[in-house]
């Protein structure tokens, strides 16, 4: 038997959790992705996909399929974002691969990356400073000393594949107009692994101090609102901690999903809740990352 | 005073490629490096320890490099960061807040200031001394319209964490050093 998963029509970190029910409910199925009606998807979305397709492989289940958006200029920008080149090792792909190379487009910051150890964190912080920083000062009306943030909390977000995830990861960078809900410029990182996750990775330390309350929620909670660290080092765990901080500063959403919780930290301008629990299984952890375009920035609404 | 260039460091132990101090493991590597250098050098003397060519700096380089060379050997040694970015300074300030420690740090101007945990006073006390060079404590005392009890207790507190050096009775920054490039002074 084959279950479609069907890929929500505008695909992102708002329609992950439909996208993980479909997941959660092919069980030991073989799955077919079908992105035929999908019109649009952020980084969140392509890394998503990528980490649900590679969790398959992982648990030695059948190659899931995936269809090919049927929108031409969808299934281009998927292919400028780097997604092709990676999908293929999980997917079987049903439709026409566009001959699209992977490009420095501005739009697309940092293409769609495998992590897998601290040499991949390294090219991703190099590449990012090289095309980011003026697109960031220029756009988003951040500050120099902000974009070397910026750069700081990508590496930490990466690291968090290396140390934690127990298998490579994914990272893509992108920068669109917000029409919907900002009406401005944002930048977007999107990390996400099919690994442990947050809960199993703090189990052996943190569970008994829970208890009955153990869970993805006070796991996420451990991780991001304590500084906990599955490590002993009293120097671990700032990682998270820091992202929170400087995306706090930039009225940034931050928000890490793992297993069936989802934290966030919420910004101003958005409506979505601190904490989600009770959501659909889904494996490893998922970052995001926005930054909204600030006053003064040519992507702010008044300009 | 020893001079430590990072960029020496991360090209003998991790790549001439990287420019960028990121990832745990490339911190732990050159910490390590660090403290062999240190090693040779004996006990005691004062580091400087020069980030010019560092572009990012992460949380977890920050604390493998700074904060656990402040933890093991700030006891028994005096560190200095020399051109230091605003970048830097705030990847600095949040891994020595949480290790309640402070370090004497040098922008690329010259400018000496303190970064990490510290109580006001004692902040206040280091930039009326940066200012000065060398001062005793009535003279702290007069600049910043303290008692001259409460300017002695901020520069002892400075004294035991090792951000200044004391001699006959007057106290300065473990300054000056030469900006940019070549020996320390």
């Known amino acids: 038997m084959t279950r479609v998963v069907e890929v929500p029509a505008h695909f992102d970190d708002r329609s992950f959790d439909q996208f993980a029910d479909g997941v959660a409910a092919g069980g030991s199925e073989r799955l077919l992705f079908d992105a035929h009606a999908t019109q649009w998807a952020s980084p969140y979305g392509l890394v998503g996909l990528l980490a649900a397709g590679q969790a398959q492989i992982e648990r030695q289940r059948e190659r899931p399929l995936l269809t090919l958006p049927a929108d031409r200029d969808v299934a281009h920008y998927w292919a400028r974002a780097g997604f092709f080149g990676h999908a293929a090792e999980y997917f079987e792909l049903h439709g026409k691969v566009p001959r699209v190379a992977a490009s420095s487009a501005s739009d697309v910051l940092l293409e769609v990356t495998p992590v897998r150890g601290a040499d991949d964190v390294h090219g991703v912080v190099d590449r990012i400073q090289e095309r980011a920083a003026a697109i960031l000062s220029r756009e988003l009306g951040l500050e120099a000393q902000a974009t070397m943030g910026f750069a700081m909390a990508l590496s930490e977000a990466c690291q968090n594949i290396v140390e934690h995830a127990g298998t490579l990861g994914w990272v893509a960078v992108q920068t669109y107009h917000w029409r919907r809900t900002l009406k401005r410029r944002v930048v977007v990182i999107a990390v996400a692994d099919a690994g442990i996750g947050f809960r199993r990775s703090l189990e052996a330390s943190q569970a008994k101090r829970y208890g009955e309350r153990w869970s993805d929620g006070t796991a996420l909670e451990a991780a991001l609102v304590q500084g906990v660290s599955r490590f002993r080092d009293p120097g671990r765990g700032q990682g998270l901690a820091g992202i929170r901080r400087y995306l706090g500063r930039w009225s940034g959403k931050f928000a890490v999903r793992s297993g069936t919780a989802r934290f966030t930290l919420v910004p101003p301008w958005d409506d979505d809740v601190p904490l989600a629990q009770g959501l659909a299984e889904f494996p490893g952890s998922q970052i995001l990352m926005i930054i909204p375009a600030q006053d003064g920035g040519a992507g702010h609404a008044a300009h | ?185």
């Open chain 2, 1 to 185: 005073m020893l001079r430590i260039d990072l960029k020496d460091i991360l090209q003998r132990t991790v790549s001439d490629e990287y420019g960028d101090l990121v990832t745990r493991r490339t911190g732990q590597a050159v910490r390590q490096a660090i403290e062999r250098d240190l090693a040779r050098d004996g006990d005691g003397r004062a580091a400087a320890i020069d980030f010019g060519t560092v572009r990012c700096l992460d949380l977890s380089c920050a604390d493998e490099i700074v904060g656990r060379l402040l933890r093991e050997q700030g006891a028994v040694r005096s560190f200095v960061l020399l051109n230091v970015t605003a970048a830097h300074r705030e990847a600095l300030q949040f891994v020595l807040e949480r290790h309640r420690l402070a370090v004497v740090v040098q922008d690329t101007g010259g400018a000496l200031d303190l970064v990490g945990a510290l109580p006001e006073a004692a902040r206040r006390v280091f930039g009326a001394l940066a200012q000065a060079g060398t001062a005793a404590p009535e003279d702290v005392a007069r600049r910043l319209d303290l008692s001259p009890d409460v300017a002695r207790a901020a520069l002892e507190d400075l004294l035991e964490r090792g951000l200044v050096v004391a001699h006959a009775g007057s106290y300065s920054p473990p300054a000056p050093y030469r900006v940019g490039p070549g020996p320390a002074v």
